[in-house]
């Protein structure tokens, strides 16, 4: 099972940005789609961005043209890149990662927490 860690949350004024890691375990990040998540208290926890092996990546609407989803496949790491923050953006965001041909292989990060305040 991939072990996903994840880091560079913390509070940042509106406007300002951020960029999350999570560094995954194991010699198969290369097959594995992954995606960030995020949920506040009482919500569900929702989609933000995924990206594929290859590299195509998907958007949450709300983060299109701000935030920006990448991978190392060498490093085994997955970054969130988070330009123009709101607000609404303040949660915990997860590291998710699926792998893309048996998906019941799926490990998701202890959560880092993003506060968006001034």
């Known amino acids: 099972q991939m072990q996903l860690v994840e880091s560079g949350g913390g509070l940042v004024q509106p406007g300002g940005s951020l960029r999350l890691s999570c560094a995954a375990s194991?010699?198969?990040?290369?097959?594995?789609?992954m995606g960030w998540y995020r949920q506040n208290p009482g919500k569900q926890r929702e989609l933000v961005a995924t990206?594929?092996?290859?590299?195509?990546?998907n958007y949450e609407e709300s983060v299109k043209g701000r935030f920006t989803i990448s991978r190392d496949n060498t490093g085994n790491t997955v970054y969130l890149h988070m330009n123009s923050l709101k607000p609404e953006d303040t949660a915990v965001y997860y590291c998710?990662?699926?792998?893309?041909?048996?998906?019941?292989?799926?490990?998701w990060g202890q959560g880092t927490q993003v506060t968006v305040s001034s």
């Open positions: 998710n990662g699926k792998h893309t041909i048996f998906t019941n292989q799926e490990s």
């Open positions: 194991g010699s198969l990040f290369r097959l594995y789609t």
């Open positions: 990206i594929g092996p290859s590299g195509n990546t």
